[in-house]
């Protein structure tokens, strides 16, 4: 176990910076967390925030179907810009899923302990945000009802997809990380559900819990098949991390626009991925945490490490910012030249600079440790970051577009009521599933907290 | 089965009750079809059974209509199913006729091509033509007679014209007065003739906003009586336009485009090459073409016109300098033009005054061009010459009273006559008014009668071009609606019974025709063409007093409150009579890009002035008229003035043209009809969101549209870039091979002047839709070839370039590259082609297409409901469904009809066999199509031009699709800013 910070110098007060604050045991870290699925009553919070979750589901969910059928004509896009909040919206979803497979997979590899706490609920948070970036590109499509003839399947006229497209790599791309995404997030929760299974009332939840418990029962045997099983799924997930938004990406730096076609792209993406990730899984955990009385569990020290891999992320970024001037006056290119003087001057340069803004500048505040270790700083700086990162996705896909080779066919975009509906929407039904898995679900992985308390134990004797 | 005694017989099925054999025969004779079930047993009837059920449930999905059909029971004569038929007839645009051909697919008109045995054609049609085959299945068109706006007969209109002609005929026709159009129809003509025999005291009125009574008045002072003018631009070296727009309006504006860029150097820069000198009053497609522009108020043409003739040598009342116009380039450009006598030609403008005309006349014949370059013919117009004064005279006599019934033919006066000429407060005087149009317009509103006329392509008619030369319209189909010809409705009044226009008009030529009628009647019909009925050239000497009016001195003011105003036909909607169709209403300005609008076009100074910008709105008036327009601010246009164009601001036009746009007409007064002095200009605060389809208009230094002087080219070929075709390395796979056909085009940039001609000719043949105002404004317009206008040099003179650009047809296409589903492919002959039903819409071709010429259907834009539109469509090309991709594909149908063509006789396709529809529209031929694996096909030759260059060559895109640069022929001693 790595050492506690002690040198902290800042006054801070140093139990805050343990993985584990105060003295649980087993049983009573059983009961805190699985309590608050079966026993607690329900925060007025929850209620709230479902509530507002539900309404703007409905409103996803009117917005689907009327784009259905009506055609993406509601929406605001146009020649040249035929991409733009839908593509935007899929890109940035599928960054957010990055950091809890970065969390739960990565750093198990690594050995972090400290993911221990939040690595559950950083997974759901991949869940359904990969849910939600699968539908993007579903709905932004012209005729959505064919969308498998993007997939292989043996059709009758033999007509397979297009492989040189990068739109059918994202097919297998996205697949692959919400099948792997599902499998790793259920197979850590089955000690978790055998646990709800023997802790609940009402026999409704005893059978619930059971089935999917898939008879865990706990033995040595089990742990070690257990444990074998999970380090392989986390083998698996860890290169997609990599993979998922390198192929994303490649969607753009395949193409020939100014802005996209670039071989940056891949690391660019994932650094954006990982940091939009961070930043969401640090919206999430600070209410969570406050909400439902997990401080002990979600320490500064989490929120502080959170931070610290969205400051190295956030460089990585601003670097790749810095990169793609460089490059476009070094190639000479005078398209690419253009583009990069055009989104800094041209009708999109407020959103550029205030993803500058977001991205680069904000992010530079993590430094302070005293930063780092304010709560509602890093809250306030996580939901520039989400803005900034959807705003840089914003910017890549339409200030590319908008102005490319032909300067007859240059126009602007504007989104429409159904383009913010659709953004919203996505985002009230994140959080409403969310909301759902964290009142059915333990949030926490009880069986990792668990083993945390035993070597927490053993350190101390 | 025992039948006799023992219980009663019980039976479970018929084959039980009945003998099963016997009832099975019986079953069989009388249903043969089924016979074959009887014999199936219980496993075999139920697949069936599934089968039709799922079959039934497949038939609920194809929504077959109910109504019975059937086939033909003996075919028309030469009647192929699947198979379309030209048939040779006349489009008409101010009277003046242009040779069309009309394409009918099983007795639907369905597109519009040139007759390339007609003068005013020789092939090509512009924007009109185009056009006029929406406008024949307009849904909004005027179906039925009305009364008082009560739904009538013809019989009842009849019935009381027999009445009110009895009375007329007792005074001998006094108080009858016809109001028509421009009419070149000898038939027509004819019948008016005998009309004033039967009823001596009517008279024949003629009015139409966009008239050439200037053109005539300038002749009668030059030689003392109306004349039209032949211009023959292929024999002209140096061409002086004093604000004439020859390439974009007039009556022989085809022709005309035709023989000028013939003239002009393009791909064949060997030949000598024309000149164009433009004075002009606003930017126009001609100033735009011109070697040297200069943009002066349409008041100030006069001045410079005199100072021209005066440096040409025509004695003359000039000044000694005009502003505006820097004395140097008009010197250089006297020179030019004495130095090329009777080769060099002076044109003026049908807006400008008379005065203008006659010193046009007057260098022409000074300079010896008259019987070379210039020529005069009768007035090819039979109705009345001077059309303004026609109709005031009309107006006085309704509201003195004198005229107690009045027949309106076409024309929309109630919208379109000058605002202080009263026309709509006189004619409710009158007691009985008859409209006969197209539509149920202003003019309709306000007659007592409304006749629904037939469309040109409905009826029998005849019209002269701009030479005379006559052409018989032959209809193409039956009256969609209860419409009757003008012919039939005048005979109904002449005649007093009612006839069929067919037989008035063969009646007509019957007189006409030399030799054999028939004969004669059917190679007319044929050809598109009567021959020898072009009206003689001849010269005249001019009038010795010719020239002596005194110069006019416009007033000077331009400080930024009075301006003048300048009235232009509309490209588009042309005087107003174009409003309801959505082809022509899309279809981009060729200047400015606007679509579905007009504008004020002022000069980028006189915006800067008054503190407006595109699109603010200001207000015009002069006395108690006034209109309130949004501003689009024109580079090149001149200070001081403000032009408008005619034609919208439609109250009845219909529910594409109601309400769009702004009405000039209510600015306009008789005696100022072009230029209106002294208008006070002001900003409005207001606000106006105009549509465009263009939004900028540098080429940001790219190296997009190339352009080189002659001489430069002379000295070095590659003056205007470097030639970039044929490269092919950037692979390292081996080409693909192209065993059978290998499609190109090249777009000649020094041929295109900007018409437009080739996006609406797209729209017909393709199917393509119009989508609306605000679609347009959301960048989502679908024309498959677009026409990108740039400008080069400072915003007070620029120059303009037009460049069309379709799909290039890249061999290494991006777009196919990217699409998920292969929708978008190369096919076995070079062509990039989209495959509709397998597009899902993900548009990455689209934004992968450096050129953007893919056009999405982002919501439902083809029209599935309206009936009358579905008669229009071209019957081989796919009517898109929302959300699929499409684009240019070099028109595959034709191309494939080639195909079919050369198999059958077993040969290869010719070269200039198959034509896309861009190319056959073209006027100036700049475009052309063809096979790569012919080596002698026109496309190879032009390909081999040093000119030729592919469009953003570094892509490494290798575009089927090549332009040629522009040469421009500008006088080395003029002085350019």
Aim: proline share 6%.
């Amino acid at each position: 176990m790595p050492p506690a910070i002690t040198a902290s110098g800042n006054g801070v007060d140093e139990s805050r910076l343990k993985f584990l604050r105060g003295r649980y045991s087993y049983a009573s870290i059983t009961d805190k967390i699985s309590d608050v699925v079966l026993t607690r009553p329900t925060h007025w919070g929850w209620y709230a925030g479902f509530a507002l979750c539900t309404l703007l589901t409905l409103l996803f969910v009117i917005a689907i179907a009327y784009l259905f059928a009506t055609g993406v004509g509601i929406w605001g896009v146009d020649i040249p810009v035929a991409w733009a909040f839908a593509i935007t919206n899929f890109v940035w979803w599928v960054g957010i899923g990055h950091a809890g497979t970065f969390i739960s997979a990565f750093l198990l590899l690594l050995r972090q302990k400290w993911r221990t706490s939040v690595n559950r609920f950083a997974e759901a948070m991949t869940i359904f945000a990969v849910a939600m970036a699968g539908l993007m590109p579903i709905l932004h499509l012209g005729r959505p009802w064919f969308f498998y003839w993007l997939v292989p399947y043996p059709d009758i006229m033999n007509v397979w997809p297009q492989w040189r497209s990068p739109l059918v790599w994202d097919i297998f791309a996205i697949g692959t990380y919400i099948v792997v995404s599902i499998l790793f997030w259920y197979m850590g929760l089955i000690p978790d559900l055998a646990t709800l299974r023997d802790r609940s009332d009402s026999r409704v939840k005893q059978i619930v819990y059971g089935l999917f418990a898939l008879g865990w029962r706990g033995e040595a045997r089990q742990w070690k098949r257990f444990d074998t099983a999970y380090l392989l799924m986390a083998g698996l997930a860890t290169p997609l991390v990599v993979s998922v938004h390198s192929v994303v990406s490649l969607d753009f730096s395949i193409g020939n626009t100014p802005g996209w076609h670039s071989t940056i792209f891949p690391p660019y993406f994932v650094a954006g991925a990982l940091f939009s990730g961070f930043a969401m899984a640090l919206t999430i955990s600070i209410p969570l945490r406050a909400i439902f009385g997990l401080k002990d569990f979600i320490t500064a020290r989490h929120l502080d490490n959170i931070a610290k891999v969205m400051l190295v992320c956030g460089l990585l970024v601003a670097y790749s910012y810095v990169v793609e001037i460089f490059m476009a006056f070094y190639s000479g290119d005078e398209f690419e030249k253009f583009m990069v003087v055009n989104r800094m001057t041209g009708p999109y340069a407020p959103i550029y600079w205030t993803v500058v803004f977001c991205n680069v500048v904000v992010a530079q505040l993590m430094w302070w440790k005293r930063v780092r270790l304010s709560t509602l700083a890093l809250f306030v700086i996580s939901i520039i970051v989400n803005i900034g990162m959807w705003l840089e996705r914003f910017m890549i896909i339409v200030t590319s577009l908008h102005r490319d080779f032909l300067p007859s066919s240059w126009d602007v975009y504007y989104p429409t009521f159904w383009d913010w509906a659709t953004l919203f929407g996505s985002l009230g039904a994140f959080a409403w599933l969310f909301l759902l898995f964290v009142r059915f679900l333990p949030a926490i992985s009880i069986s990792e907290m668990r083993k945390l308390v035993l070597e927490k134990r053993e350190g101390e004797t | 089965m025992n039948r006799t005694g023992g219980p009663p017989q019980m039976w479970r099925s018929l084959d039980e009750l009945g003998d099963g054999d016997a009832l099975r025969r019986e079953l069989a004779e009388r249903f043969p079809r089924f016979a074959p079930l009887f014999d199936a047993d219980r496993r075999q009837f139920l697949k069936l059974m599934s089968a039709s059920l799922a079959l039934a449930g497949l038939t609920g999905c194809s929504r077959e209509p109910q109504e019975a059909i059937l086939p033909y029971t003996y075919a028309p004569r030469g009647q192929v199913a699947g198979e379309p038929r030209f048939y040779a007839s006349a489009h008409a645009v101010g009277g003046y006729a242009m040779g069309v051909l009309v394409e009918s697919n099983m007795g639907r008109p369905t597109k519009i091509e040139g007759n390339p045995l007609h003068p005013a054609s020789l092939g090509s049609t512009d924007v009109y033509a185009q056009a006029s085959v929406l406008e024949l299945w307009d849904p909004d068109r005027a179906q039925a007679v009305t009364h008082r706006g009560e739904p009538s007969t013809w019989e009842a209109f009849a019935a009381a014209l027999q009445r009110r002609l009895i009375a007329l005929r007792a005074q001998q026709g006094d108080g009858l007065r016809i109001l028509t159009q421009t009419v070149t129809s000898p038939t027509l003509a004819a019948q008016m003739q005998a009309l004033a025999a039967r009823y001596p005291k009517a008279q024949w009125h003629a009015y139409e906003p966009i008239h050439r009574d200037h053109v005539h008045d300038g002749s009668v002072l030059a030689f003392r009586q109306p004349l039209d003018v032949r211009h023959h631009f292929d024999h002209a070296a140096v061409v002086l336009s004093l604000d004439a727009d020859f390439l974009g309006f007039g009556p022989g504006r085809v022709r005309d485009a035709r023989d000028f860029v013939n003239g002009h150097a393009t791909h064949d820069a060997t030949q000598a090459s024309n000149r164009l000198y433009a004075i002009t009053s606003a930017p126009t497609l001609t100033s735009a073409y011109a070697d040297h522009q200069v943009a002066v108020r349409g008041s100030d043409v006069e001045a410079i016109a005199r100072r021209l003739a005066k440096l040409v040598g025509v004695a003359v009342e000039a000044p000694d300098s005009v502003a505006g116009a820097p004395e140097t380039w008009l010197a250089a450009c006297a020179k030019d033009l004495a130095a090329h006598a009777g080769a060099s030609l002076v044109v003026a403008g049908e807006r400008q005054p008379p005065i203008v005309h006659a010193l046009a006349h007057a260098m022409n014949a000074h300079l010896g061009n008259a019987g070379k370059t210039v020529a005069y013919i009768d007035p090819v117009a039979a109705s009345p010459a001077h059309q303004m004064e026609s109709l005031a005279t009309l107006v006085e006599d309704m509201a003195s009273r004198r005229v107690d019934t009045l027949l309106v033919v076409a024309g929309n006066p109630v919208y379109d006559a000058p605002r202080d000429a009263g026309f709509l407060e006189a004619l409710r005087i009158v007691p009985a008014s008859v409209h006969l149009g197209l539509y149920h317009d202003e003019t309709s509103a306000n007659c007592a009668w409304h006749l629904p006329a037939t469309h040109f392509l409905e009826a029998w008619s005849d019209a002269r071009a701009f030479d005379g030369t006559a052409s018989i319209v032959q209809p193409a189909i039956a009256p969609l609606y209860d419409g009757r010809s003008v012919h039939e409705v005048l005979a109904m009044i002449v005649d007093g019974v009612e006839r069929r226009g067919y037989d008035v008009v063969r009646e007509y030529w019957r007189g006409k025709l030399g030799g054999d009628f028939e004969a004669a009647w059917n190679k007319a019909l044929s050809d598109g063409v009567i021959p020898g009925t072009a009206f003689a050239e001849r010269t005249l000497p001019l009038q010795p007093n010719a020239l002596a009016a005194k110069a006019n001195t416009p007033a000077t003011s331009t400080n930024g409150t009075r301006v003048e105003v300048m009235f232009v036909p509309d490209a588009s909607v042309y005087d107003g009579r174009y409003a309801n169709n959505p082809w022509l209403q899309e279809l981009p300005r060729p200047l400015t890009k606007i679509t579905w609008d007009n504008a004020a076009l002022v000069a980028p100074a006189l915006a800067a002035r008054l503190g407006v910008a595109t699109d603010d709105v200001i207000e015009l008036a002069q006395g108690d008229a006034r209109i309130r327009l949004p501003v689009w601010v024109l580079p090149g246009h001149p200070d001081g003035a403000v032009t408008v164009s005619l034609g919208y601001g439609r109250r009845r036009a219909g529910r594409v043209g109601d309400a769009r746009g702004f009405d000039a007409y209510a600015l306009r007064p008789a005696d100022a009809p072009w230029f209106l002095p002294d208008v006070a200009i002001a900003k409005t605060g207001g606000w106006y969101k105009l549509a465009t389809t263009q939004h900028h208009h540098s080429m940001e230094g790219r190296d997009l549209v190339r352009v080189a002087t002659l001489d430069a080219f002379h000295a070095n070929p590659k003056a205007a870039g470097e030639p970039t075709s044929g490269r092919g390395n950037g692979t390292l796979y081996d080409p693909f091979k192209y065993d059978g056909y290998r499609w190109a085009m090249t777009i000649d940039l020094g041929a295109c002047i900007g018409c437009n001609a080739c996006t609406i000719a797209c729209q017909a043949e393709n199917n393509i839709p119009t989508v609306g105002k605000s679609e347009v404004a959301r960048g989502r317009e679908m024309h498959w070839i677009r026409v990108d206008r740039y400008y080069e040099g400072g915003v007070d003179t620029p120059r303009t370039y037009f460049q069309p650009v379709p799909c290039m047809q890249c061999e290494r296409a991006p777009c196919e590259l990217v699409c998920p589903v292969e929708a978008s492919v190369h096919d076995s002959q070079g062509i990039n082609v989209q495959v509709y039903n397998r597009c899902v819409g993900t548009r990455f071709c689209s934004n992968n297409c450096p050129y953007k010429v893919r056009r999405f259907n982002f919501l439902q834009y083809s029209d599935w409901t309206t009936e009358s539109l579905k008669g229009q469509r071209n019957p081989e090309v796919t009517v898109r469904m929302r959300g699929i991709m499409e684009k240019c594909n070099y028109c595959l149908q034709r191309i494939e009809n080639g195909r079919i063509t050369a198999d059958k006789e077993n040969r290869r396709v010719r070269d200039g066999e198959v034509v896309t529809a861009c190319q056959a529209v073209c006027p100036t031929r700049a475009i052309t199509f063809g096979d790569l694996n012919d080596a002698s096909s026109a496309v190879n030759k032009q390909k081999a031009s040093p000119l030729d260059y592919p469009l953003l060559h570094e892509l490494n895109t290798e575009p089927r699709t090549s332009y040629l640069a522009k040469l421009r022929n500008p006088n080395p001693e003029v002085k350019e800013s």
